[in-house]
């Protein structure tokens, strides 16, 4: 059996969730397929991971994975995943979320969760748009572009993910596109690796919902302007910045170490009882 027919068997629910609700040409699978290649890769077994989603597209990710999964509420699967690693640090927690679930009603428990360097990886999905409930504008939504909440034109700048990411203090900081999967599945697994907070964007494409307002064709087109509009990080030190307009910067935004938020707090727990260790006396 070939490789990717293997972990197909190996770690999708295959006999229970499909066929999947994703339409036909969605980057999502691409960003699933990285994600599983990742695991794979670093030998985890499946009972050691948790995937933690809230609603939208993306938030259907943890429905066909034979892991341990939590689909939240809307915008809190930080919060929830920040519970889970703090009830049980052992486990490699995974939070899959989309744009608007991230950083919409998602954006404050982000931001903090990346200011307090929880260990959990996450993986956000970009594809400018709410596509699950219509293809209203989200926090990502490019200035001057429509969805069915701006037929007239977004007026409104859009969050940079990764940009966020670094400015909050995530100490791993990641962005590919799903054109560029080779890339991605490497940014994946490096965030996983990471201790503390680690943030993947990816960005994906909604061909049904801001694709087709936008006039910009289908999935494969789409796919071809990811890879016309992705500058590597090395590639782009050496461009002007006028040259970079327009452009997305892809591969390690940030990769540094600080005190992991757990860590800190077992050395809290430790004081409070009256036991606290040697090296902290």
């Known amino acids: ?22 339409c036909p040409g969605c980057g999502i699978g691409i960003l699933l ?8 890769r670093l030998g985890y077994e499946k009972d050691e991971v948790v995937l933690v989603s809230g609603i939208g597209c993306t938030g259907r990710l943890p429905v066909y994975v034979d892991f341990n999964t939590l689909h939240t509420t809307h915008g809190r699967a930080v919060t929830f995943a920040t519970g889970v690693k703090l009830a049980n640090p052992n486990l490699k ?8 679930d991230a950083v919409a ?10 200011r307090r360097n929880i260990d959990l990886t996450a993986i956000i999905m970009n594809n400018a748009v709410y596509g699950m409930t219509g293809g209203q504008t989200s926090p990502t939504t490019p200035y001057g572009m429509k969805t069915t909440t701006a037929v007239y034109r977004n007026v409104e ?11 909050a203090g995530a100490v791993f900081v990641g962005r590919g596109t799903v054109y560029h999967a080779r890339l991605l599945d490497q940014l994946i697994e490096k965030a996983l690796v990471k201790p503390g907070f680690g943030v993947v964007e990816v960005v994906g494409h909604c061909h049904t919902q801001y694709g087709k307002l936008n006039r910009l064709g289908s999935a494969v087109d789409m796919m071809r302007m990811q890879k016309g509009d992705a ?10 910045p006028e040259a970079l307009e327009g452009k ?13 938020y757990q860590e800190q707090y077992e050395k809290v727990r430790a004081r409070a009882k009256g036991t606290v260790l040697v090296e902290d006396q």
């Open 105 to 114: 009603i998602g954006g404050n428990h982000f931001i903090h969760a990346a």
């Open 1 to 22: 059996m070939k490789e990717s027919g293997r972990l197909i068997y190996k770690y999708l629910r295959h006999d229970k969730k499909f066929p999947h609700v994703w």
């Open 33 to 40: 397929g990285g994600l599983i290649r990742a695991i794979d």
């Open 231 to 240: 500058v590597t990080v090395e590639k782009a030190s050496k461009l002007a």
């Open 93 to 100: 927690v995974i939070v899959v979320m989309g744009d608007g």
């Open 157 to 167: 700048h859009a969050f940079r993910i990764s940009e966020l990411a670094v400015t």
């Open 248 to 260: 997305v910067i892809i591969g390690v935004l940030m990769d540094k170490e600080l005190p992991v």
